[in-house]
């Protein structure tokens, strides 16, 4: 996989950015803009290359669209374009999701602002739920049909949950701790045949001691790089983590407004991740802010631009499929376990209701995530015009 070096940097901005404007409804949205720009309208790339590509930042840790973005931009322009497509791919969707978090975290916002967020933060957990089940056929598939596979399967996942909803910042060690507990198993005789892992993820642990406790910008930017660099599966993942830190540990913000900034990070364009930049501003206002997303967004710059002639070499590693084959039912876990914790920061009935109705419209109806947390926030307009409680 190499770069090519025969597009302009203008362009690639022009181009990125208005997929960073345009780009409402998440990961399916972005990897479906980048594909017709890429290979449907200006040919850039081949749908065979295009598609290698979506394969090789699912293997990453962080948010896998705006690594693919930032990849697609790499095989165009090399070191450069990556920095200037994965730049103006975020860009939009910070700027204005740090606006609303001005609007939405003021000191005394009008009524209809409490009551959309109120109403938005509602739905949230229908779609913590919607994101888990979307990722279980194709994880259970590649369990494979063993018995005791499936069984493992679904000792992950409840693993998954149980950390979500229990453990707060030990999460990510469940995840680890699944996938290589499936490495293991397929190298005893009658499995895979692989050789021992040479290495143990270990590396951040002196980062974990020295950043929370410097307190203020360090506990910012220790949080956004958990959130960063230890997202697999997608951004949801590391909801009880942040929730943890930015609610429980830090009291930055209260239970309502975190929930209030996963909305934020739904309903915006470019990837959920972005919803540590509201945690950030909580913290310590656009500074905070812009620190937690340059440190959230920092690995998969340098995962891409630093590894994306290694990505063919990674795919065809079966230590690395392995891995995954656990962690990935371990991170579908999680991500439904965190739909207990938001869930239980609703404090009135009508809210209740808005959830069931998402949840009947993301998980019965299959339906799209924007249009419901929209109609959500409406709701919570309506029940602020009349008068129901807000928090």
């Not at 790089?225 to 429980?248: H, N, R, T």
Request: hydrophobic letters at 55%.
């Amino acid at each position: 996989m190499e770069a090519t070096g025969r597009v302009s940097l203008g362009t690639i901005a022009r181009e990125w950015g208005r997929i960073g404007i345009t780009g409402f409804g998440g990961p399916p949205a972005h990897i479906l803009l980048l594909r017709r720009l890429c290979v449907e309208r200006r040919k850039w790339l081949s749908p065979e290359e295009f598609e290698d590509g979506i394969a090789a930042t699912n293997l990453l840790p962080g948010p896998a669209s705006t690594q693919l973005a930032i990849l697609t931009a790499w095989r165009l322009r090399g070191t450069a374009g990556a920095l200037v497509g994965g730049a103006c791919f975020i860009a939009p969707g910070l700027a204005l999701i740090l606006a609303l978090a001005v609007l939405f975290l003021a000191g005394d916002p009008p009524p209809w602002v409490l009551g959309a967020a109120a109403g938005a933060g509602a739905a949230v957990p229908a779609v913590a739920v919607q994101a888990a089940t979307s990722l279980l056929p194709a994880s259970f598939t590649r369990a494979g049909r063993a018995r005791a596979a499936r069984v493992r399967w679904g000792g992950y996942a409840l693993a998954g949950a149980l950390a979500a909803v229990l453990t707060g910042p030990w999460l990510v060690l469940v995840l680890i701790a699944s996938g290589l507990t499936e490495i293991a198993v397929r190298r005893q005789p009658g499995g895979a045949g692989l050789e021992r892992p040479r290495r143990t993820p270990g590396g951040p642990l002196p980062l974990a001691v020295a950043l929370p406790a410097l307190g203020g910008l360090g506990a910012v930017a220790w949080t956004a790089f958990k959130v960063g660099a230890l997202s697999y599966g997608g951004g949801f993942v590391i909801i009880p983590l942040m929730q943890d830190d930015a609610v429980d540990r830090y009291h930055w913000m209260t239970d309502g407004q975190f929930l209030n900034a996963v909305a934020l990070g739904q309903v915006t364009p470019g990837p959920v991740v972005q919803t540590v930049a509201v945690v950030g501003y909580a913290a310590a206002g656009i500074a905070g802010g812009l620190l937690a997303a340059a440190v959230a967004f920092a690995p998969s710059f340098l995962l891409v631009i630093l590894g994306a002639r290694h990505f063919d070499r990674l795919r065809a590693d079966r230590r690395v499929q392995d891995f995954l084959t656990g962690a990935g039912p371990a991170v579908i876990g999680a991500i439904a376990g965190s739909a207990l914790p938001l869930a239980a920061a609703l404090g009135h009935g009508w809210q209740w209701a808005v959830l069931g109705c998402a949840l009947l419209w993301l998980v019965g109806a299959r339906r799209g995530v924007v249009p419901a947390l929209l109609a959500a926030g409406a709701a919570g307009v309506i029940a602020a015009a009349t008068g129901l409680p807000l928090s």
